[in-house]
């Protein structure tokens, strides 16, 4: 198994359209983030974790919102999708010396 | 000016050629610094730290320069299997330990 899983893969939704995606981990971790992938912008993030009780809005947190429902799990939820949420998310742990990256969710809001 | 900067490229080299990408950032205060290779639809995967004294892993040689804000990675030997889009990434822990990637510099090497 995967030391980061993301679910789902891919996914096409509408806009309007409440939307989560879900990470898991199993490298014990504390730290978790949610980062969007556009072509040409880098990596940018959306929200960070570094415990249960800890969460954190990183630069472009809005129309987004978190849930870390236990150490190893931490869901990125879109409350009402547009079109410009379109790309692709990753999830990642780390301990502060590099991170663990899941394999990616590439959602589609039409 | 962005936080963290790389030329996106594309460099295109043959198989054998020597590469090198630069990385600039704009936060005196970041601490540690990396690179990351991503391939193309994939995770990004950790492809060395860089430390202040440089360090080498196999064909792979990171550089960093404090005073000019910039960090390097050579490629020796390239292979064909090195094409992937290469990330700087910088971390600022005076902060919230706060993690900025750039944009990345992609690479083809060509046979």
């Known amino acids: 198994d995967a030391d980061v899983t993301q679910t789902p893969r891919n996914r096409i939704t509408k806009t309007g359209k409440r939307i989560m995606l879900e990470c898991s981990q199993t490298k014990g971790h504390d730290r978790m983030y949610w980062y969007r992938q556009d072509p040409g912008l880098g990596l940018r993030l959306i929200y960070y974790?570094?415990?249960?009780?800890?969460?954190n809005k990183g630069e472009i947190s809005d129309g987004y919102s978190v849930s870390r429902q236990a150490q190893a799990k931490f869901s990125l939820s879109l409350e009402s999708a547009i079109p410009n949420q379109t790309a692709l998310y990753f999830c990642?742990?780390?301990?502060?010396?590099?991170?663990?990256f899941g394999s990616g969710t590439r959602l589609t809001v039409v | 000016r962005k936080e963290v900067e790389q030329d996106p490229g594309p460099f295109n080299v043959p198989e054998g050629a020597t590469v090198a990408f630069n990385c600039t950032y704009s936060n005196s205060a970041s601490q540690s610094f990396f690179w990351y290779r991503q391939d193309c639809r994939k995770e990004p995967k950790l492809l060395m730290s860089?430390?202040?004294s440089g360090n080498e892993d196999g064909r792979f040689t990171a550089q960093l320069n404090r005073a000019s804000q910039y960090i390097s990675l050579l490629i020796r030997d390239s292979k064909l299997s090195d094409s992937a889009t290469y990330l700087c990434?910088?971390?600022?822990?005076?902060?919230?330990?706060?993690?900025?990637f750039g944009p990345g510099t992609s690479l083809s090497v060509i046979p």
């Open positions: 990434v910088v971390n600022d822990k005076t902060s919230y330990d706060k993690v900025i």
């Open positions: 974790s570094f415990d249960v009780k800890d969460i």
């Open positions: 860089v430390y202040s």
């Open positions: 990642a742990t780390s301990t502060g010396d590099g991170y663990t």
